[in-house]
């Protein structure tokens, strides 16, 4: 399925919660956000169904998401029936490691072993000003059990000015030891409105800060839908890799839909939103019907992030709370 712009819109990222056990300040306020009740989220029925439809408009990669994602009930369920059940052969997770470890066994069963985890710094004080919670090396023993049973892991690290620009090369280094992608992401706006001016540390300052200490960064070749550019140094078994994401300089590649946890779908993470599906379903909808509202967004994707910041309904309003857009 391709949009007005030739872009080929295959993958899916799903929230299954708004809900998480840390409070990342640049995600959301000290107190938390006001959650949403089980019964406004989507089902597992229906995150399955919207699954199988979207597999029939060539949809073949979706990344489960949150807030936490295994904060929600039965989540292990979801996963089972997305691999037994669709034909998602790319089943991606984005956690932030501290209720993984026990699922490492039934996700290495069920052939799931693409991660993402979440982690801003490897101090663990600082971990603590970041998170406002103590689980610093509960994530470090889940990282390292992920690598000792094969799973590919990303580590995703948003970098902030004044906060956690120090540890960039110490993040850095750990490809050096292990076979894993290091991440380094411009923060956003999306803080659930804690803070209302965002001073970012651009992804070129990031670069700059990498090859004052690695030397020139030569970048790799982009793959589809790549949202990092990468960068392999000498002597590492890992990478490296920096997201323009407030820059937004890779939407003229974006590949991409987002559904929130109460089915809310934003064909861009700076749009308002643009259809609600979980009330377009319950309302009785065929598969077919389904399939032509899938195909009408697409169509209507945005050519990039900046043009859907200015369509937004209130421009001026704060950005919601990642955890209730699942990133």
């Not at 408009?57 to 059940?85: H, I, W």
């Not at 970041?130 to 799973?151: A, G, P, Q, S, Y």
Request: positive net charge; aromatic residues 8%; contains cysteine.
């Amino acid at each position: 399925m391709k949009d007005a712009y030739n872009r080929t819109i295959d993958y899916v990222r799903i929230a299954v919660t708004d809900r998480c056990n840390l409070r990342c300040f640049y995600c959301m306020p000290e107190n938390g956000i006001p959650y949403e009740p089980r019964p406004h989220l989507l089902s597992y029925e229906e995150i399955t169904r919207l699954l199988n439809v979207l597999s029939t408009l060539g949809f073949s990669k979706v990344r489960f998401t949150g807030g936490e994602p295994f904060l929600r009930k039965d989540f292990m369920q979801l996963l089972e029936n997305t691999a037994n059940a669709t034909d998602f052969q790319s089943i991606h997770i984005t956690s932030n490691g501290t209720l993984l470890e026990k699922h490492i066994p039934k996700l290495k069963d069920l052939g799931i072993t693409k991660i993402n985890l979440s982690i801003d710094t490897l101090d663990p004080e600082r971990f603590k000003t970041i998170t406002r919670r103590d689980d610093f090396e509960k994530v470090m023993r889940c990282f390292h059990l992920l690598l000792e049973n094969n799973f590919q892991v990303k580590l995703n690290a948003v970098i902030m000015a004044g906060i956690n620009t120090q540890d960039i090369v110490p993040l850095a280094k750990l490809a050096e030891r292990y076979p894993v992608s290091v991440r380094f992401i411009e923060e956003m706006p999306f803080n659930g409105g804690y803070k209302q001016n965002v001073k970012m540390f651009s992804a070129q300052a990031i670069r700059t800060t990498l090859e004052n200490h690695f030397g020139t960064l030569t970048p790799l070749p982009g793959l589809h839908g790549d949202t990092a550019t990468e960068f392999s140094l000498p002597g590492h078994l890992g990478q490296i890799g920096i997201i323009a994401a407030f820059s937004r300089t890779f939407c003229n590649t974006c590949n991409r839909l987002r559904i929130g946890p109460k089915g809310e779908i934003k064909s861009c993470l700076y749009d308002d939103g643009v259809f609600n599906i979980r009330d377009f379903m319950r309302s009785g909808v065929s598969d077919v019907e389904l399939t032509e509202k899938f195909e009408e967004i697409i169509r209507l994707k945005p050519k990039d992030g900046f043009e859907a910041e200015r369509m937004r309904k209130a421009p001026n309003t704060a950005m919601k709370s990642m955890s209730s857009i699942g990133g």
